[in-house]
């Protein structure tokens, strides 16, 4: 749907002539005529406490209970409303809620915001500011949890966490058809255009797009037309409509060099080719480009790429070819880590920290990988406090490995001895094996990425009827230094969790803090629990290991897994998306 320049009268309700208050009014009339400011300032407080009363039904947890329909955003959040005041307010709501329910549901009907936006997401904070407009009429301040982020040197004029906000208000009052609000955050928008960084235009120019909203999509076209961005990044991330404009504009013959920016660099046939490849997860297929061409990976700043958009295991697998510099900066002067910085994937920021990426160095204009990242990261992601065994936030864990990696002043030696004796490689490896484990269980969004980083999913100990001991011995040891790995891995970014595991997995219980609070009694009864509890936790995990290894034993048994054996193949193993 296009919005063109309209502008409505009001972007409050409109005002009644009268009040009534069970009289007929003629008083008020009369005060009326006699002292119109008397009367501009009774309709203003009119309009006052319908506005406010009208609130209620959002804010106050009494009048939540007349709330007729719940519309359920992130998190599975559901947002109770009134289907009478979203109808009269929004054409949108009005057909939404004319064509019915299914007469088999029970209780409230139910929309999923996902369902309803044909373009983006709309949060749970956004969205109550935009039904705070539907009901009272006035727009609220920006949610600061939602809307700034976590740099303490950041004006918060035009980072990520305030153009995600105000796009997401954009979303919601773009669908659901609000033209006032859709002209005042359009109108936002425009000025943080002018302030953004280029890769953050980005967003605001789909929004734009999508929602034909022309005097932001014209202004965003040409603030990325001037910028410096690589045709990479724009052919990658933009509408083809779109990246043709702005080539066109790039290649104009009277436009100067400095109007495009000198860093931009046209995309070649075989870089492209390249991007593809990678693309495809097929790092075979790259090797087999650059042995057809004189092109390096360098050339086409593939390491850079991948970083971006690529699969962690592929950002991995360029690293051990050998063939990128992981300290080359790109055109715009962003080296490998500041790209990956501003994906926010753990996984990639530590493998690239582990092959030796300087987490001190900065951009051409100053900023640090951390400073890259904190400016991409809500204050509400970093604070959030997740229950113990569910995923912390990406965003959160990023900034923690970088900022750990800034006070270590060396690496740390992750090699383990390569002779051990039998009895001892066993113990060790169940050591090991236990606390990664307890780690998935646990930490399951650290635990991955120190496993990723270890390869420790691929490098299993699984039994083979068919092995030697001398090679059943050498994969022992090698599985022994890949949870070695994850371990260190583990204690190096995390050392939070690696701590917590430390005391779990340790058989004495002398810590006093943990058990310091109330009276001797209750620290005996919580410490006598606290064993009970863990011995439960240990027998069932012991439990489900003896299941599965029998259940090892027993494919390692079968035709199936012989044939496996004997022929050298490895199992089939499909990628997670």
Same mark, same amino acid.
């Given at each position: 749907?296009?919005?063109?320049?309209?502008?409505?009268?009001?972007?409050?309700?409109?005002?009644?002539?009268?009040?009534?208050?069970?009289?007929?009014?003629?008083?008020?009339?009369?005060?009326?005529?006699?002292?119109?400011?008397? /009367? /501009?300032? @009774?309709?203003?407080?009119?309009?006052?406490?319908?506005?406010?009363?009208?609130?209620?039904?959002?804010?106050?947890?009494?009048?939540?209970?007349?709330?007729?329909?719940?519309?359920?955003?992130?998190?599975?959040?559901?947002?109770?409303?009134?289907?009478?005041?979203?109808?009269?307010?929004?054409?949108?709501?009005?057909? @939404?809620?004319?064509? $019915?329910?299914?007469?088999?549901? +029970?209780?409230?009907?139910?929309?999923?915001?996902?369902?309803?936006?044909?373009?983006?997401?709309? $949060?749970?904070?956004?969205?109550?500011?935009?039904?705070?407009?539907?009901?009272?009429?006035?727009?609220?301040p920006s949610p600061m949890e939602v809307s700034t982020c976590v740099d303490d040197t950041c004006s918060h004029e035009a980072c990520g966490p305030l153009i995600n906000y105000a796009l997401e208000l954009l979303y919601a009052s773009a669908t659901f058809q609000m033209k006032e609000l859709v002209l005042l955050v359009q109108r936002r928008l425009l000025n943080i255009v002018e302030k953004a960084l280029a890769e953050d235009v980005i967003p605001i120019l789909l929004a734009a797009f999508h929602y034909q909203l022309k005097q932001l999509l014209s202004v965003c076209v040409q603030r990325v037309a001037t910028s410096d961005l690589e045709d990479v990044c724009l052919e990658k991330e933009l509408p083809l409509e779109v990246y043709g404009k702005i080539r066109s504009l790039r290649h104009k013959p009277h436009q100067q060099e400095a109007e495009t920016g000198p860093g931009v660099v046209m995309l070649g046939p075989k870089i492209r080719r390249i991007h593809k490849a990678l693309d495809s997860d097929d790092l075979e297929l790259v090797k087999l480009l650059l042995q057809e061409s004189t092109l390096t990976l360098d050339d086409a700043y593939a390491l850079h790429?991948?970083?971006?958009?690529?699969?962690?295991?592929?950002?991995?697998?360029?690293?051990?070819?050998? @063939?990128?510099?992981?300290?080359?900066?790109?055109?715009?002067?962003?080296?490998?880590?500041?790209?990956a910085g501003r994906r926010k994937e753990p996984s990639v920021l530590v493998a690239l920290l582990n092959k030796g990426a300087r987490v001190a160095e900065t951009t051409l204009d100053g900023q640090t990988t951390v400073t890259i990242c904190?400016? +991409?990261?809500? @204050?509400?992601?970093?604070?959030?406090?997740?229950? +113990?065994?569910? *995923?912390?936030?990406?965003?959160?864990?990023?900034?923690?490995?970088?900022?750990?990696?800034?006070?270590?002043?060396?690496? +740390?030696?992750?090699?383990? *001895?390569?002779?051990?004796?039998?009895?001892?490689?066993?113990?060790?490896?169940?050591?090991?094996?236990?606390?990664?484990?307890?780690?998935?269980?646990?930490? *399951?969004?650290?635990?991955?990425?120190?496993?990723?980083?270890?390869?420790?999913?691929?490098?299993?100990?699984?039994?083979?009827?068919?092995?030697? *001991?001398?090679?059943?011995?050498?994969?022992?040891?090698?599985?022994?230094?890949?949870?070695?790995?994850?371990?260190?891995?583990?204690?190096?970014?995390?050392p939070h969790c690696a701590e917590v595991l430390d005391k779990f997995l340790v058989d004495d219980m002398s810590d006093p803090c943990l058990f310091e609070e109330g009276s001797s009694e209750e620290q005996r009864v919580r410490k006598r629990r606290f064993t009970e509890l863990k011995e439960e936790l240990l027998e069932a995990f012991h439990k489900d290991k003896a299941d599965q290894k029998k259940n090892n034993n027993r494919s390692a048994l079968s035709p199936s897994s012989s044939f496996t054996s004997n022929h050298g193949c490895s199992r089939y193993k499909p990628r997670r998306n």
């Amino acid at each position: 749907m296009e919005y063109g320049n309209e502008i409505s009268s009001s972007l409050t309700f409109a005002s009644s002539s009268y009040l009534s208050d069970g009289c007929t009014g003629s008083h008020l009339i009369e005060v009326a005529t006699s002292a119109e400011h008397g /009367t /501009t300032d @009774l309709e203003n407080l009119s309009l006052s406490k319908l506005s406010g009363n009208l609130e209620k039904l959002l804010v106050d947890e009494e009048f939540k209970y007349y709330s007729d329909a719940e519309i359920v955003v992130e998190g599975n959040l559901g947002v109770g409303v009134n289907r009478c005041i979203l109808a009269a307010r929004s054409h949108y709501f009005n057909q @939404l809620f004319r064509k $019915g329910r299914n007469e088999k549901e +029970q209780g409230k009907p139910k929309y999923l915001m996902s369902e309803l936006l044909p373009y983006g997401r709309v $949060g749970y904070e956004a969205f109550n500011v935009f039904l705070n407009y539907l009901y009272t009429g006035k727009v609220k301040p920006s949610p600061m949890e939602v809307s700034t982020c976590v740099d303490d040197t950041c004006s918060h004029e035009a980072c990520g966490p305030l153009i995600n906000y105000a796009l997401e208000l954009l979303y919601a009052s773009a669908t659901f058809q609000m033209k006032e609000l859709v002209l005042l955050v359009q109108r936002r928008l425009l000025n943080i255009v002018e302030k953004a960084l280029a890769e953050d235009v980005i967003p605001i120019l789909l929004a734009a797009f999508h929602y034909q909203l022309k005097q932001l999509l014209s202004v965003c076209v040409q603030r990325v037309a001037t910028s410096d961005l690589e045709d990479v990044c724009l052919e990658k991330e933009l509408p083809l409509e779109v990246y043709g404009k702005i080539r066109s504009l790039r290649h104009k013959p009277h436009q100067q060099e400095a109007e495009t920016g000198p860093g931009v660099v046209m995309l070649g046939p075989k870089i492209r080719r390249i991007h593809k490849a990678l693309d495809s997860d097929d790092l075979e297929l790259v090797k087999l480009l650059l042995q057809e061409s004189t092109l390096t990976l360098d050339d086409a700043y593939a390491l850079h790429y991948a970083a971006a958009y690529c699969d962690p295991k592929i950002v991995n697998g360029l690293l051990g070819l050998g @063939l990128a510099d992981l300290h080359l900066r790109n055109p715009r002067g962003y080296k490998v880590l500041h790209v990956a910085g501003r994906r926010k994937e753990p996984s990639v920021l530590v493998a690239l920290l582990n092959k030796g990426a300087r987490v001190a160095e900065t951009t051409l204009d100053g900023q640090t990988t951390v400073t890259i990242c904190r400016r +991409q990261t809500r @204050l509400k992601d970093y604070n959030e406090n997740k229950k +113990q065994g569910e *995923p912390s936030n990406k965003d959160r864990i990023c900034i923690g490995i970088l900022e750990r990696q800034m006070r270590i002043s060396e690496s +740390q030696n992750l090699g383990v *001895p390569s002779q051990v004796m039998a009895y001892d490689l066993h113990m060790k490896l169940d050591y090991y094996e236990n606390r990664v484990s307890f780690a998935r269980l646990l930490y *399951p969004a650290e635990a991955k990425v120190a496993m990723e980083t270890a390869d420790a999913e691929s490098n299993t100990s699984e039994v083979d009827s068919n092995e030697s *001991p001398t090679i059943q011995t050498q994969r022992l040891q090698l599985r022994l230094q890949t949870l070695f790995k994850t371990v260190e891995t583990g204690k190096r970014y995390f050392p939070h969790c690696a701590e917590v595991l430390d005391k779990f997995l340790v058989d004495d219980m002398s810590d006093p803090c943990l058990f310091e609070e109330g009276s001797s009694e209750e620290q005996r009864v919580r410490k006598r629990r606290f064993t009970e509890l863990k011995e439960e936790l240990l027998e069932a995990f012991h439990k489900d290991k003896a299941d599965q290894k029998k259940n090892n034993n027993r494919s390692a048994l079968s035709p199936s897994s012989s044939f496996t054996s004997n022929h050298g193949c490895s199992r089939y193993k499909p990628r997670r998306n």
